[in-house]
């Protein structure tokens, strides 16, 4: 089984629409992250939380909420859906050393 | 706040060949950690290699290799004996300081292998 999960993989939805991508890790880190990809620019952190109550904006947070319901889940919330939020969303996780991220499958949110 | 930049947004090599791709990045740290990314079609995100900035020797994984000049901030990856699978963006990653685990990324190098 995959260490992290990211559901769902593929989501279409309707501008104003609320949606939640979640993200649940076995791999016992305190660390997790949100992260945005666009074609030509990368990836973008969105949100990340280094323990259960430690929750922080990332370079490019606005229209996106996050929770963290445990240290094992990490959920990415957009309340109103917006065209510009088309994008591939990627949940990380890290431990403190060796400081390396790893990623789950990414979900493909189409805003329409 | 920290930069990376990838300047070639493509490249094509023949299979078995040896290729480079660059990364340069912009920073007033001193320790920092450098990494490689790999995303295969499956848009799954692969750690291919990684490197301290207070380590000299370049680090080193089966095939793929980096050139880290710290004075010039560059940071290269050198695939060789390139094979069909490497066919890949490839991203370059910075990393500030320990205890901020946050990952600056470059814009990536899709990587073509030619059969």
């Known amino acids: 089984d995959a260490d992290v999960t990211q559901t769902p993989r593929n989501r279409i939805t309707k501008t104003g629409k609320r949606i939640m991508l979640e993200c649940s890790q076995t791999k016992g880190h305190d660390r997790m992250y949100w992260y945005r990809q666009d074609p030509g620019l990368g990836l973008r952190l969105i949100y990340y939380s280094f323990d259960v109550k430690d929750i922080n904006k990332g370079e490019i947070s606005d229209g996106y909420s996050v929770s963290r319901q445990a240290q094992a889940k990490f959920s990415l919330s957009l309340e109103s859906a917006i065209p510009n939020q088309t994008a591939l969303y990627f949940c990380?996780?890290?431990?403190?050393?060796?400081?390396?991220?790893?990623f789950g499958p990414g979900t493909r949110l189409t805003v329409t | 706040a920290q930069t990376v930049t990838q300047s070639q947004p493509e490249m094509s090599v023949q299979e078995a060949e040896t290729v480079t791709l660059s990364c340069t990045y912009d920073t007033s740290e001193n320790n920092y950690y450098l990494f490689w990314y790999k995303q295969p079609p499956s848009r799954q995100m692969i750690l291919v290699i990684r490197?301290?900035?207070?380590?000299?020797q370049n680090a080193t994984e089966n095939r793929f290799s980096v050139n880290f000049q710290k004075a010039a901030k560059s940071f290269s990856l050198k695939i060789s004996d390139s094979q069909l699978g490497d066919t890949a963006m490839y991203f370059c990653?910075?990393?500030?300081?320990?205890?901020?685990?946050?990952?600056?990324f470059g814009t990536g190098t899709r990587l073509t292998i030619i059969p």
């Open positions: 990653a910075f990393m500030k300081d320990f205890g901020n685990e946050k990952l600056t």
């Open positions: 990380a996780t890290s431990e403190t050393n060796p400081y390396e991220q790893y």
């Open positions: 490197q301290e900035a207070y380590k000299q």
